[in-house]
């Protein structure tokens, strides 16, 4: 499978790593709203050495309570650590809901937008949809600042496949081409530990769409649900669950620890190669 990303296009006939560049200052603690881009083009360069084939640029946090900041605020964290990315060899994915943040990130040369609200925003089909650049569509249920107020499905996974098709169905008719698509089901976006299990077990339904599956897993609270860790110990459990998203038919695997991914990456595609050849 490929994805055409702007001007580069990412083979995935192999998994590939998503690396999170957060430009918030809660996750680079800077005491204030400025953000070093110089910092943050250390942190991309970090994640291309160690592997990833996308890096993954946001400025404004999506976890679970997480409060909103102002567009302005989110275009003076991103667009300046894009106009850097974006000089190296790897796919530039700016990790955002708002239209004109996508508009000033492709422009800044971004391959990518990548958006937890799918675009439903008014006017992000159309920003993306005059580019060349991929888009990831995730499923959220509700909004970071109340999606974890008890969250209910029927099906959990029929749910979430109904409504990213329906969202890729939108993307077609505003002109975005499949193979500029890829899917994510939102672990940790409205969903309980059980929700979030049951898409992982299920993850090849989402696949028979026959676009690339993105999976974001790492550190989150299901992680921590299941071994008891606290965040700051939730690599062997990242890297567990994104090998088992990957076996499931995953392509593309969003994480913090970089290298650790790849790693485990490696290990499923060379079994995995032995299977087909
Ligand atoms: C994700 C993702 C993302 N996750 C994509 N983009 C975050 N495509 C940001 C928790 O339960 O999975 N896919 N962008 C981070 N958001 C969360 C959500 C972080 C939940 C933590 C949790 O702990």
Redesign the pocket.
């Given at each position: 499978m490929k994805l055409v990303c702007g001007s580069r296009t990412l083979d995935l006939a192999t998994p590939q790593v998503m690396g999170v560049v957060n430009v918030t200052p809660d996750s680079f603690s800077d005491g204030g709203a400025y953000f070093d881009p110089d910092a943050a083009l250390a942190r991309v360069e970090r994640v291309v050495a160690e592997g990833a084939a996308i890096v993954?640029i946001?400025g404004e946090s999506?976890?679970?309570g997480a409060a909103p900041v102002s567009a302005s605020e989110e275009l003076h964290r991103v667009i300046p650590a894009i106009e850097r990315a974006v000089r190296l060899p790897v796919v530039v994915s700016v990790?955002t809901s708002r239209p004109e943040v996508m508009r000033a990130a492709i422009a800044a040369g971004a391959h990518m937008v990548?958006d937890?609200r799918a675009l439903a925003a008014p006017g992000a089909l159309a920003a993306v949809a005059g580019t060349r650049a991929a888009v990831?569509l995730?499923h959220m249920r509700g909004s970071p600042a109340d999606m974890q107020d008890d969250p209910r499905y029927g099906d959990v996974v029929a749910e979430v496949a109904a409504f990213l098709a329906a969202r890729v169905a939108a993307c077609e008719r505003a002109g975005i081409a499949r193979e500029r698509i890829a899917i994510?089901p939102?672990?940790?976006?409205g969903k309980t530990l059980e929700h979030n299990l049951e898409l992982l077990r299920r993850l090849g339904t989402l696949g028979e769409a026959g676009l690339p599956v993105?999976?974001?897993?790492s550190?989150?609270?299901?992680i921590g649900a299941i071994t008891g860790r606290p965040v700051g110990e939730r690599l062997a459990g990242s890297v567990a669950a994104a090998v088992i998203a990957v076996l499931r038919g995953a392509c593309i695997v969003?994480a913090h620890d970089v290298a650790e991914a790849v790693d485990g990456l490696r290990i499923v595609a060379a079994v995995m190669q032995g299977e087909n050849g």
């Open positions: 993954d946001g999506t976890r679970p990790d990548n937890v990831c995730m994510d939102g672990f940790g976006f993105v999976v974001g897993l550190r989150k609270r299901m969003r």
